[in-house]
């Protein structure tokens, strides 16, 4: 089932932790993977490496409130070897925020409750995820417990862009973990006609023996087949519009009208030139300077 439901949250941990999560999501995960050795390293009340030391799981509990800082300290050095399992429950959205509220007197500027905005919460992210990843023996998981959120009229996903800066030849699972209790369900959204998000997901990495700079590359390469595939449905879609063959004049000038990416990049018409002549499987050139969808 890849819906996990768990309304009672079980003796682990603290309820009156906010933010906290069901033991039985932890427990269910631990039973499926079965790992021998666990960190968790934003571990709020306790609860996951509660249930991991009841089922015999040799557990690391790190958290900011106890000096341990993911964006400035190695998961792998404060643990001292690799471990089977590395999952973390971050704070996102400044729903809940830790320092100063949660725990302590004063904001800490690394709390990932104290993000300045979604941009900077996803680059912090990537770097707690990269650092989980170090800590993960090859062929163990790494993963994190997040989900979306609605603000002021927008869809947030949190969960989109982690998978988006991780690699996906490491991705092995994306579950859906059902709330219950939250305070939001409890509020009313007067006429919103959408419904309220009642779930976080469970992202989940399968470590693979790469190296940081492969790392790097896959991560890139994705980036850059997005982009790349952007530019080719831009130029398509104008084709399109243009009864699926034009030459190059007509299309560079379909392509200004109608498109922002156009004003914002300078090299654009480069760009449409060297989607044409790259990709025959998708445009054909009928004599010169005169293109056809293929
Ligand atoms: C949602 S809570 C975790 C709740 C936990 N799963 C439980 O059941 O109690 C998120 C935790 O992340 C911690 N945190 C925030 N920023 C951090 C950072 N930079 N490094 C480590 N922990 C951080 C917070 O202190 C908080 O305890």
Known sequence: MSILSYPDRGPWGKSSWRGNCSGYIYKDLFERLKPKTFVDPMVGSGTSVEVAQEMGIESYGLDLHQGFNILRHSILERVGKPV????SHPPYGGMIVYSGEVWGDTAHPDDLSRCVDDEDFHTKLQLALMNQREATRPGG????????????????????????????????????????NTLSERKSYGRMALPFINHEFVLLWERKNMAMFSFLKTVANQAQARLTG??????????????????????????????DKAAANPHWKEKVRQVLNTQPAHFKPVERGVWTLA
């Open 84 to 87: 089977d399992m590395v999952l």
């Open 141 to 180: 998981y790494y993963g994190t417990i997040i989900g979306d959120l609605r603000k002021d009229g927008r869809y947030c996903s949190y969960q989109a862009e982690a998978l988006a800066r991780m690699p996906s030849s490491e991705l092995v699972a994306v579950l859906i973990k059902a709330q219950h």
């Open 230 to 259: 952007t530019w080719r449905n831009v130029v398509k879609q104008c084709l399109m519009g243009l009864g699926g063959t034009a030459n190059l004049a007509r299309l560079y000038s379909e392509v200004e009208s109608k498109c």
